[in-house]
């Protein structure tokens, strides 16, 4: 059974997270969490929303929702009333949740003042895979999705079952991406990290790529392109990838991966 957390504020962004959610997973027994607050969010002026239109918002999603699950698939609400991130962690723990899916807006879309979205904080604070849902994202089952990784820590099985369990799901390619500015040889070190990742992921549809001469997000972009990518993966324990390419955005062009690709983020 999977159980999959999703924070909501009724915004057209949080049906997109929920449609998401849904989509990539089709399997009988799988509960969905409706994880919301009666209150105003405190990250916003709604002063003037009130418990009765947001039970009135729960309703109708609830409706909508429970006519496009699956057969043997539950959507179950869940009310947050305290701290948020402390509620998080009480959903995750008492609910046995496998994954958070969170949306978010472009193009501050992990800026802790933006609506709805407490994604950083969720990232760091809270030991769950989460997958993040950008604006523009089509979220459709993805077919060719990128992992990346310098090899600079021991990856551990924990989080490589984890994706495995993804990638065999959805019936896609793993393409695991090394960013380089050099292009140096591996360390041992990093080949040893590397060989592990071969292994543990060995029963799957994978290669490895590498890309230099450019920065983290310019280079992960010629490579979304290039690969026509629809979902990014990355390791939480990572913060050097995950502060470039999540919390410090330096593109500003069209084709923007943060505007369409989903990230999952995987706890070690």
Known sequence: MKHILIPVDFSDQSW?????????????????????SETPDTYTNEVDVVCESRARDLQKWLIKLKAIIQNGQVIIPLRWEGSFIEDVRAAVYDNEIDLIVLSTQYPNIFCDDVKGSHTRSIITRVKCPVLIVPRESKCGVPRQVVLLSDFNFKHR???????????KRAKAHLNILQLSKTGNALTTTQD??????????SHISHSFHFVIDKT???????????????LVILFAKNINLSENLLFSPT??????????????????
């Open 251 to 268: 593109l500003n062009q069209h084709n923007d991966y943060h505007k369409s690709i989903p990230f999952l983020v995987v706890h070690e």
């Open 157 to 167: 099985s924990q989080a490589t079952s984890i994706i495995s369990k993804f990638i």
């Open 192 to 201: 040893t990290n590397k060989s592990y990742l071969q292994t543990a992921l």
């Open 16 to 36: 997109k997270a929920a449609q998401c959610a849904l989509t990539l997973h089709q399997n009988a027994g799988v509960r969905f969490y409706l994880f919301y």
């Open 216 to 230: 983290m997000d310019e280079a992960l972009q010629s490579f979304v392109d290039m690969h026509q990518v629809d």
